[in-house]
């Protein structure tokens, strides 16, 4: 059998290699059994089921419906590919005990993964994960026929998205967003979130054009990720078409990136600086700001400037979610553009976050360059820079030792001020400038990060951290 291990998010694994039906039975009778053994009050025993657009979602989610029926829970199995934190707010609206999430978020095609969100409507936290691992081949796979489940009541099959939209309607600004007449483009990189902008935006004066909204299990050659390189089709679009605003969506639609009007390339961490200046500046917001270490220094800057509490987590979206739990969060992002809003469900959603910078051009009525660049004129320029590296699963302990042992006396030309190794190593040198080394938690990748006040210089700090990984 094969093992079962959640990492940075859920457990993913290659499909028909270990992602087969047996084992996704396992995982969900462990689940089902866990939440047994494990009662919340106020909560029914209800799990809401949901999945994204990968090869054989669909049947994996019905097959996870199944299970849960079979161990005597409701459910409530979505009608079609849906977002993800479409799955994460209906667990919370519906006090169900939790929810799955059918999806490999970002992960190359032939993957495929099961999500766990908590009753509150966000990431499962680390020790429910290993908890649930713990309670895998306990019992047998109990299931029922979803057919007979439904004649039953015991599930029902529901389109979940209109709940999620009427709710990030309310959190922003709908009627200065309907009547902007901005011209948007949407990256949709074939995931879930293809038509999403369309339906919310539709009998507003807004124009919304969808790219790559196919239906394409294979996401046309590329990971759904919204990095750089995966935008070149949309941008030579952009070019000949201008807009006001690209946004873009990964595979599950809980994370934004961007590019301008003109295909040019905005980052993560442009983006979720941009809403931290307006939830500040023109929301007159307050409150604690939680980022993953990960994610620019700019933030450090901007939260000093405006006596905001700055609090730093490891990477994964659970610690931002469990920062969010304990109140009074402005904003908690994390560097791979998954970004949480004060009033919503702790979790990252994408598609709120594209409304929220609709909101915040259609407040300032500036372009979208030219607020990248108010914010660089007051805080200073920063470029950043990832490398994702094969790197042996069995060496990446001895590496991480080592560099912790062995630091560089400076990064360029400024001497180290800080090594933090709480999750992986992040070396910090005086100007602000940073070189990190994280294993993933979900593939055997190294990742690589930099940060400093020019591409150039951000490249160099890369080939600083490549170097390391040659010593071991």
């Known amino acids: 059998m094969a093992k079962i291990k959640f990492g940075t998010d859920g457990w993913r694994a290659v499909i028909a290699e270990d992602f087969t039906f047996t084992n996704l039975e396992r995982v969900s009778q462990a689940t089902a059994d866990y939440w047994k053994a494990n009662p919340i009050p106020g909560t029914e025993q209800k799990v809401i089921i949901g999945y994204d657009r990968r090869f054989l979602s669909n049947e994996f989610g019905h097959r996870v419906a199944e299970v849960f029926a079979g161990n005597g829970y409701q459910v409530v199995l979505t009608s079609e590919p849906t977002p993800t934190p479409a ?43 290993q908890a649930v691992e713990s309670f895998l081949d306990r019992n047998p796979v109990q299931t029922q026929d979803l057919n007979a489940a439904i004649k039953a009541g015991k599930a029902v ?23 902007s007449k901005l011209r948007f483009a949407h990256e949709a990189l074939f995931g879930v979130g293809a038509g999403c902008f369309n339906e919310l935006l539709a009998g507003t004066t807004c124009k919304v054009t969808t790219l790559n909204g196919a239906h394409d299990p294979l996401f046309g050659g590329i990971n759904p990720e919204p990095i750089a390189k995966n935008y070149v089709r949309s941008a030579a679009y952009l070019k000949k078409h201008p807009h006001d605003i ?39 917001g307050r409150g604690r700001v939680v980022k993953a270490l990960t994610t620019t220094s700019m933030m450090d800057k901007m939260c000093a400037a405006y006596g905001l509490e700055l609090v730093e987590t490891g990477v994964g979206f659970k610690y931002i979610c469990a920062e969010m739990l304990k109140g009074n969060v402005l904003l908690g992002a994390e560097e791979s553009g998954g ?10 959603d994408g598609i709120l976050a594209g409304l929220m910078l609709l909101e915040l051009l259609a407040t300032e009525k500036v372009s979208i360059n030219k607020l990248v660049a108010n914010l660089e004129k007051q805080f200073g320029p920063h470029r950043y820079g ?5 790197f042996p699963l069995e060496k990446r302990a001895a590496l991480m030792d080592y560099c912790a042992k062995n630091p560089p006396a400076k990064l360029l030309s400024s001497p180290l001020a800080e090594i933090k190794t709480y999750d992986g190593v992040k070396f910090v040198a005086k100007d602000g400038s940073w070189l990190m080394l994280r294993g993933s938690g979900t593939e055997p990748i190294l990742r690589i990060y930099a940060e400093a006040k020019s591409d150039m210089a951000a490249q160099k700090l890369l080939k600083l951290g490549v170097q390391l990984t040659h010593r071991v």
């Open 246 to 284: 690209c946004l873009v969506t990964d595979g599950d639609a809980d994370r934004v990136g961007g590019m301008d009007g003109r295909g040019n390339y905005l980052s993560t961490h442009q983006l979720i600086c941009l809403l931290l200046h307006h939830f500040v500046v023109n929301r007159k």
């Open 87 to 129: 799955v994460s707010f209906a667990v919370k609206e519906q006090k169900a005990i939790g929810g799955v999430m059918i999806t490999a978020s970002h992960n190359p095609p032939a993957f495929n993964g099961f999500k766990l969100k908590s009753h509150f409507g966000g990431p499962a936290e680390p020790v429910v994960c």
């Open 386 to 390: 990832r490398i994702d590296t094969h």
């Open 157 to 179: 099959i529901k389109n979940i998205r209109p709940a999620h939209y009427k709710a990030i309607k309310g959190l922003v600004d709908f009627k200065l967003i309907a009547k």
């Open 339 to 348: 970004i949480g809003f004060p009033g919503h469900v702790p979790e990252r």
